[in-house]
């Protein structure tokens, strides 16, 4: 069993930066793939950003290309977004995944994830 605890959800102002974290336990965490998701109040989940196991690969929504950084320390077994220019439309719950397979690329399909965190709010006032 795979336990991902986020941290670092806050409300702040648009424009600020903020930078949430994703501790994982329970398997090998630099032999998987791992995500960030969020979900707005009455939206779907969406994909936010992913990365492969070494952190050498890295991919993004549109939405948050060139303002978000993902990020990972395999050596403390925890995940980052780093997260810029935050705009009021960034609201929401934003939780960490860990890929159901291990795979040298990363994965952008929620399908793909099979373990999730609880989430941590981010609310970015206008």
């Known amino acids: 069993q795979v336990q991902l605890v986020e941290s670092g959800g806050t409300l702040v102002q648009a424009g600020d930066s903020l930078r949430l974290s994703c501790a994982a336990s329970g398997r090998t965490f630099n032999n998987y793939p791992m995500g960030w998701f969020r979900q707005a109040p009455g939206k779907e989940r969406e994909f936010v950003a992913a990365?492969?196991?070494?952190?050498?690969?890295?991919g993004y929504a549109t939405s948050v290309k060139g303002r978000f950084t993902i990020s990972r320390d395999n050596a403390k077994n925890t995940l980052y977004l780093q997260m810029n220019s935050l705009k009021p439309e960034d609201t929401a719950v934003y939780s960490c995944s860990a890929a159901r397979y291990s795979a040298w690329d990363y994965y952008q399909g929620e399908r793909d994830y099979l373990y999730w965190g609880q989430g941590t709010q981010v609310t970015v006032s206008s």
């Open positions: 990365i492969n196991r070494i952190g050498s690969s890295t």
